[in-house]
């Protein structure tokens, strides 16, 4: 059995991208270690937990409730503070993960992965593809970090989940052809200036999670404070959530791109 580390960057982002692939290893039998780096107290701010002090407590229980559905083994926080989209005024603020040094926090995540690697008989690391999928500054942060914890302890199994911008575009495009009203274009620029995710000739990993699907939409719907961004997955039809997200798609570091590997234990 192995045991597969997942660096994320904010409570809530295990699920979205990569929930279908923590349930279906855990529900194999391997151990999954979740390791969170920022509190995501720059999300929505729902009435009943509009303080910073009831937004955390309520987050640190979703994400708590999230780990539990995907049969997460073991969550660990680093402990920094959510650094909010590029150039908001809490990039500077203190404690914000993207003014931590990549060596700090990658000393942090090789202590877990040391700690995790002594009874492990197999150690997968999974981080961000380049630029975080969306140019998240935590997202980007994410993906350092993890590059250098993999140095530090010389992983062999490094992946980086991402997002098949090929993919997402003809999904869009094809609900819009079918009566869908969202214009979302992932070919567009996001938060860093970058369009989503990365081509599927960069990718290396197409993971079917369609049989895990139940457990990824209530790990999603655990967090309920975020409904504005989770919101519209949790609405879908079962049709709909199993076209957008049965699928969950990883690139290993080193290895040779595009290919279409199914495991991430080949
Ligand atoms: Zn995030």
Request: with cysteine; aromatic share 8%; hydrophobic share 40%.
């Amino acid at each position: 059995m192995a045991t597969i580390i997942f660096l994320h960057a904010h409570p809530d982002d295990e699920c979205l991208i990569s929930g279908g692939t923590i349930a279906k290893y855990a529900a194999a039998g391997h151990r999954l270690v979740l390791v969170t780096a920022t509190d995501g107290r720059h999300g929505e701010k729902p009435a009943d937990a509009s303080t910073p002090e009831q937004l955390l407590e309520r987050r640190r229980a979703e994400l708590a409730n999230a780990c539990a559905i995907l049969g997460v083994a073991r969550h660990e926080w680093l402990g920094y503070v959510d650094s909010g989209m590029t150039g908001w005024p809490q990039n500077n603020d203190e404690g914000a993960f993207i003014r931590s040094s990549i060596d700090e926090a990658a000393t942090q995540l090789a202590r877990i992965i040391e700690d995790e690697r002594r009874a492990a008989d197999r150690l997968v690391l999974v981080g961000y593809d380049w630029h975080g999928n969306y140019g998240h500054p935590d997202h980007i942060h994410v993906h350092k970090v993890a590059r250098r914890a993999a140095e530090i302890c010389n992983i062999k199994d490094l992946f980086e989940v991402t997002l098949n911008r090929d993919f997402y575009t003809e999904a869009f495009e094809w609900s819009k052809n079918n009566g869908g009203d969202n214009d979302f274009d992932p070919r567009q620029p996001a938060d860093d200036g970058n369009p989503m995710g990365e081509p599927e000739s960069s990718i290396t990993h197409h993971i079917d999670v369609s049989g895990h699907l139940d457990a990824k939409r209530r790990a999603i719907a655990a967090h309920a404070s975020q409904a504005n961004d989770t919101g519209f997955a949790t609405e879908m039809s079962a049709e709909s959530f199993l076209r957008a997200f049965g699928t969950e798609w990883f690139i290993k570091v080193g290895a040779p791109a595009p290919s279409r590997r199914t495991t991430l234990l080949d």
